[in-house]
């Protein structure tokens, strides 16, 4: 475990400038007591209900928001209507799996990304993502 994933709900709320209210301390919890993981709004919910958090599936939702906006954690797109989000805000890649819904770090350093394109005047790239999807394989 890393000194991040020790960290208590209330310290890394006030480290990203957050307001430590017990439902977001409850989430965070939730989001990072197990390590670097994927989820979405409502797998956090259900997580959540499951262990008797009083939360609604907008507090989920508007609080994961907040995290991101924090820098807390990152929002991976997979699936035109299914958004993940990512605990390990490094710069990192990803595998899909298809059908399982499971979203997988490709470890550092398997991919190198060059010849990117130069961004528009005023814009810097932020980040790349790369989303390489799988499925099982046919016999």
């Known amino acids: 475990m890393t000194m ?3 960290m208590r709900p209330d310290d890394r709320l006030r480290r990203f400038g957050l307001r430590p209210t017990r439902q977001r301390m409850a989430l965070a919890d939730l989001l990072f007591a197990k390590g670097d993981r994927h989820l979405t709004v409502e797998e956090l919910h259900e997580e959540a209900v499951t262990v008797g958090v009083p939360v609604s599936l907008a507090t989920v939702y508007n609080t994961l928001h ?3 906006e924090a820098g ?9 209507a299914r958004t ?3 605990t390990n805000v490094s710069d990192h890649h990803h595998f899909f799996v298809e059908g399982a819904n499971e979203v997988l770090d490709i ?5 190198t ?3 990117l394109p ?3 005047e005023g814009m810097e790239i932020s980040h790349v ?3 390489i999807r799988l499925k099982p394989k046919q016999r």
Request: hydrophobic share 40%; aromatic share 10%; no cysteine.
């Open 4 to 6: 991040e994933t020790e």
């Open 66 to 68: 907040q995290f991101t």
């Open 72 to 80: 807390m954690i990152r929002v991976l797109s997979v699936e035109g």
């Open 84 to 86: 993940y989000f990512d």
């Open 107 to 111: 470890p550092v350093n398997n991919i």
């Open 113 to 115: 990304i060059g010849n």
């Open 118 to 120: 130069e961004p528009p």
């Open 129 to 131: 993502d790369v989303v």
